[in-house]
């Protein structure tokens, strides 16, 4: 069993940046890829970014392409997301995922990728708020 928290949440204004943190624990860190998920208030979970195990492959949804960077540190279980000129579209419920079943289908399906069941571990989620 994988444990994950996530922290670095809170408010901030338009323009705003803040960094969230994932912090594992229980298994083998590098084993997983990790992904960050979002939810806003009556909205669908959607994916938002990855990060392969050794941290050298990342992907991010468009919309947050130059603006967020992921990044892990393995000997500390950890992976950080980065979030620079925040929007009030960024508003949302923010999670850890981690999965280890990464084989080829990760890398080159963003189906696979982007689907909440490719990953085995959840985090109990940290909200991000952004005001105009």
């Known amino acids: 069993q994988m444990h994950l928290v996530e922290s670095g949440g809170g408010l901030v204004q338009a323009g705003g940046s803040l960094r969230l943190s994932c912090a594992a624990s229980?298994?083998?860190?590098?084993?997983?890829?990790v992904a960050w998920f979002r939810q806003a208030p009556q909205k669908e979970r959607e994916f938002v970014t990855a990060?392969?195990?050794?941290?050298?492959?990342?992907y991010y949804l468009d919309s947050v392409k130059g603006r967020f960077i992921i990044s892990r540190d393995n000997a500390k279980s950890t992976v950080y997301l980065q979030m620079n000129s925040l929007k009030t579209e960024d508003t949302a419920v923010y999670y850890c995922a981690a999965g280890a079943r990464i084989d080829s289908t990760w890398y080159t399906n963003s189906n696979y990728r982007r689907s909440a069941e490719t990953y085995d571990y959840w985090g109990q989620g940290t909200q991000v708020s952004v005001s105009s």
């Open positions: 990060i392969s195990q050794s941290g050298g492959t990342t």
């Open positions: 229980g298994r083998t860190f590098s084993d997983y890829a």
